[in-house]
């Protein structure tokens, strides 16, 4: 089947999903989302890789079409992301993401869906949507804290500050930084692929289990904040190219 927005390759029992926008930076959309959940889900018994072309993995969602989200809508969309996210977190087999250039926003919670991060050296990650006025949407909280503890999540998303990758295989969010990020990727992919599948399978079971209810909260924050002042001006800022003017009130 062709993709829109992306090229798709079968190396064996490992598949490549290459991430190829128009923009060099990959955002986000739903189409693009749905067409990674539809790839996830057709990829029974393969080991799947995701990567970015140009230059990033993906900088997160397009932020033009927050402007006119209405709270309903937010709610939906974050629904929409967290089921192309689950069925990563899902897929029987492991999932590898290869970053490059930036994983920001949307783009970070993609990689944090997966089962391994294997990083370039500059690549620039982190999660900026308290910048924008409102909250990460496609299970980046619960992810993030999950996998770097509350202390780093909590500073993380509480900033909106990136990190390189050096810091994030301290923070034990990336497994390895590489210059050949994407070779690395599919030499784990392949020597994954060569191991016992039910193994393999049963051990993902156990070991990415989540609680539905801390998820479901994050979809209904991230549809409430679209209702409120800040996500508006947040919105403006960005697209104005200013600093944000936040109410500190409410």
Known sequence: MDYRFLRISDMGSVRHIEISMESP???????????IGDVIRSSEGKVVVISGRNRAFSAGADIHGFVDLTPEMAYEFATKGHRVMDSIEEHPLPVIAAMHGFAL?????????????IAHPETKMGLPEINLGI?????????????????????????????????????????????????RAFELASELAAK????????????????????????EFFGRV?????????????????????????
Not at 29 to 34: S, T
Not at 105 to 115: H, I, K, S
Not at 155 to 171: D, L
């Open 105 to 117: 926003g949307g783009g970070f919670e993609l990689a944090l869906a997966c089962d391994f991060r």
């Open 135 to 183: 909250i990460p949407g496609f299970g980046g909280t619960q992810r993030l804290l999950r996998i770097a503890g509350e202390a780093r999540a909590l500073q993380m998303i509480s900033t909106g500050s990136t990190i390189t990758a050096k810091e994030a295989v301290n923070f034990g969010i990336v497994n390895e930084v590489n210059e050949n990020y994407r070779e």
């Open 226 to 250: 679209f209702g409120l002042p800040d996500r508006r001006e947040g919105v403006s800022a960005f697209l104005e190219k200013r600093k944000p003017q936040f109410n500190r009130e409410h």
């Open 196 to 219: 016992p599948h039910s193994s393999l399978k049963f051990s993902k079971r156990l070991l990415r289990h989540h609680d539905p209810e801390a998820f479901e909260l994050e979809k």
């Open 25 to 35: 930076l990959n955002p986000l959309n739903m189409d693009v989302i749905g067409e």
